[in-house]
C-alpha cells in the first residue's frame, strides 16, 4: 500500500513538475530547464544466493552472507555522499532504484518485523 501511495505521489510530482516550471519560466520571461537526478542506491548485496538456497541450514549461510555484505556496503556513509551531490545538484525531481527497508527480528517469530536497519 505504501508502495502504490509513493508511486502514484512521485507521478504526480513527475506531471505537476515541468507546468510548474513552465509557469514560473513564462513568468519571468525566460526558459527554464527541469533539472533531474537519478541514483541507484544499491540494496546492499547481490540476493541470487538466497534465492538458489536448497536446505534451512543453506538459507541461513546466505541470509548471513548477504546481510554481513550489506553492513559492509555502510549505507548511512553512502547516504551522507548522496546527500551531498543532491544538495550540490539542486535538482528539481530525484529518481531513486533500489530503495529498500531492511528489518530484523530476534528471536525470530510471527508477524512482521519492527526493528529498522
Known amino acids: 500500500m505504501a508502495r502504490r501511495w509513493f508511486t502514484s505521489a512521485l507521478c ?3 506531471l505537476l513538475a515541468p507546468g510548474s516550471l513552465g509557469a514560473a519560466s513564462a513568468a519571468e520571461g525566460g526558459r527554464t530547464s527541469l533539472r533531474v537526478m537519478t541514483r541507484n542506491l544499491y540494496l546492499g548485496a547481490d540476493l541470487a544466493p538466497v534465492l538458489a538456497a536448497t536446505s534451512p ?14 553492513r559492509a556496503t555502510d549505507f548511512p556513509e553512502r547516504a551522507e555522499a548522496l546527500a551531498d551531490e543532491i544538495a550540490d545538484s539542486d535538482p528539481h525531481l530525484v529518481g531513486v ?3 529498500v527497508l531492511w528489518r530484523s527480528q ?3 517469530g510471527p508477524g512482521s518485523a519492527t526493528h529498522v536497519e
Open 12 to 14: 504526480a510530482l513527475a
Open 57 to 70: 541450514q543453506g538459507l541461513v549461510a546466505a541470509v548471513t552472507a548477504v546481510w554481513a555484505n550489506v
Open 97 to 99: 532504484q533500489e530503495a
Open 106 to 108: 530476534t528471536p525470530a
